[in-house]
């Protein structure tokens, strides 16, 4: 990567994406129940926002596109991290990418949250712990070692590799965007795909069920249990009509805490009336 | 060394591995096998660390973050543990049972952090609002801080009031609030996607959330399974659809083909 840049076009330097590589580290610091790793991913982008944006105003539309909800295994945050940092540039290169950015993080981070679970929590960090383990109960400090010093040349090595193979793909991607309507098509088919997943999300990151009972005549055995009729019309039928009532609300212009007020008011009663559990 | 001193090693050692969590880095320190060697290791008694830590470690191999999930909080757990079976002799076994209500504590602070942090965010679309970078820096390192201290508080009371107190503590918390916080952790997540899926929303492209939904629902597929579905569909779409514009001339043919037949 040339560090000399030219006087128009405005580009990310291998220093930024060294810097973004590190801050990613800090990604569920401000974790939530609302919007997860949301502000962990625009601290992380910083260095590539003040490269590219020089003025208040820019710095904010940037900020405020990265506030949307995100979240996905930190470790696979990186390659989303460097793909961003390649649309952030065009973006500051005069080629409106607000959606095209937004419709790319929703569509990868659902399923680069299946493979970095699968991956590194399930199947890399289940092995090294089990020998460091072994050892450690033999009495040897080389557990503890062993365990820490492998780990962590895997998951730092394969950030920063993911961080750099990320924003290089992404500059791949957006090459030829003038040149047809490439662009078009990224932000149609990253649109699509960023819908999929967030249906597959409602359905499977809220959590919402009841534990009530129909009685049926004096025999407790035949009592009808509400979830289980509700699930054979429509399983997920709760947490899809929440998101609906909650965007239909702030559609209507109903502000945010309200709702989330609302949401623990319901949550509190439900629990005591034994409506949900 | 006075007990004071020795919890407040104790709670520092607890504190900054469960940062690790969610604070900062991922580097692991949060297992128990790093748990228990580190505060053996301040304690002067390193092998007992080494043991408790093994042992606690291969009792929660189990235990990884998915998702949204808060799952039983085996640092600070382990930190006691490991604090008990030194200052006490206790067996490793003994004492990491004798722990859990420091694990049920520390969880529950999380769960809690979790739920204020909404709060945090809030004030995030605040400062983007100005477009004021550094204040989204001050909060990321607060949010290290914390987690650093839900750690490290039930480390320090446990040490220094003793297990029974954090147990008193906990007791005191009734058991539906715990319910009720978790039955709203489970709902909050539809206040992100909704502010998505209305920013996203586009009557075309409706078809594909339903898609997305009723594959999770009814067919129980994964994230990545459905992604796959989703770029297969979102091919299709542009083939069908979108080739007005297109200008790629050896696409042509291809795009003529099908926009025939439809």
């Known amino acids: 990567m040339e560090l000399s840049e030219k006087q128009v076009e405005k580009k990310v330097t291998k220093k930024d994406l060294v810097k973004v590589w590190w801050r990613s580290l800090f990604i569920m610091s401000t974790i939530n129940y609302e919007r997860f790793q949301s502000m962990g991913f625009a601290y992380a982008m910083l260095p590539v926002l003040r490269r590219l944006y020089k003025t208040k105003e820019e710095m904010s539309a940037a900020l405020k596109r990265h506030m949307r909800m995100f979240n996905t295994n930190p470790y696979f945050s990186n390659p989303i991290l460097g793909v961003t940092a390649a649309l952030e540039e065009v973006n500051a290169n005069g080629q409106d990418m607000n959606e095209a950015i937004n419709g790319m993080k929703v569509a990868l981070m659902g399923p680069f949250a299946g493979i970095g679970d699968g991956l590194f929590d399930g199947t890399i960090r289940s092995i090294l712990q089990a020998i460091g383990a072994g050892l450690a109960l033999q009495g040897s400090v080389l557990g503890p070692v062993f365990f820490l010093l492998t780990w962590n040349a895997v998951q730092l090595s394969f950030r920063y590799w993911a961080t750099f193979y990320g924003y290089k793909t992404g500059v791949g991607i957006v090459k030829d965007i003038k040149e047809s309507n490439v662009l078009n098509k990224i932000t149609k088919i990253a649109g699509v795909i960023g819908l999929v997943v967030l249906g597959v999300l409602v359905a499977s990151w809220i959590t919402m069920s009841t534990p009530v009972k129909i009685a049926v005549g004096q025999d407790p055995k035949n009592a009808i249990q509400l979830q289980q009729v509700m699930d054979n019309i429509l399983p997920g039928m709760m947490p899809l009509g929440l998101t609906m009532l909650v965007a239909w609300l702030l559609r209507k212009g109903i502000k945010i805490n309200y709702i989330l007020l609302g949401i623990f008011i319901f949550a509190f009663v439900a629990t005591y009336t034994g409506f949900l559990a | ?262």
């Open chain 2, 1 to 262: 060394m006075s007990l004071f001193f020795k919890a407040l090693l104790v709670a520092i050692v607890t504190g900054l591995c469960e940062m690790d969590i969610y604070g900062w880095g991922q580097l692991m320190t949060e297992r128990p096998l790093i748990v228990g060697f580190l505060v053996g290791l301040v304690l002067g008694d390193i092998k007992t660390g080494l043991l408790v830590g093994g042992s606690v470690e291969l009792m929660y191999l189990g235990v990884i973050y998915v998702g949204a999930a808060i799952p039983p909080d085996a640092t600070a757990g382990c930190g006691i543990a490991t604090a008990l079976a030194i200052m006490s002799g206790m067996e490793p076994k003994a004492a990491s049972t004798l722990a859990i209500p420091v694990a049920v504590l520390a969880s529950f602070l999380s769960m809690a952090v979790w739920t204020l942090f909404i709060g945090l965010m809030h004030h995030g679309d605040k400062v983007a609002e100005e477009g004021n970078d550094r204040a989204i820096e001050k909060m990321t390192y607060f949010g290290t801080f914390v987690y650093f201290l839900v750690g490290a508080i039930p480390a320090f009371l446990a040490v220094f009031f003793g297990v029974n107190a954090v147990k008193a503590m906990v007791a005191v918390i009734p058991d539906k609030v715990m319910i009720a916080l978790k039955v709203a952790g489970g709902m909050l997540p539809a206040l992100g996607f909704g502010m998505l899926f209305n920013m996203m929303y586009d009557k075309k492209l409706v078809p594909f959330f339903i898609i997305g939904f009723a594959a999770a629902a009814f067919l129980k597929l994964g994230l990545i399974a459905a992604a796959l579905f989703g770029l297969g569909a979102a091919l299709l779409y542009i083939q069908i659809f979108d080739n007005g514009s297109s200008s790629r001339p050896s696409q042509g043919n291809n795009h003529k083909v099908v926009s025939t037949s439809n």
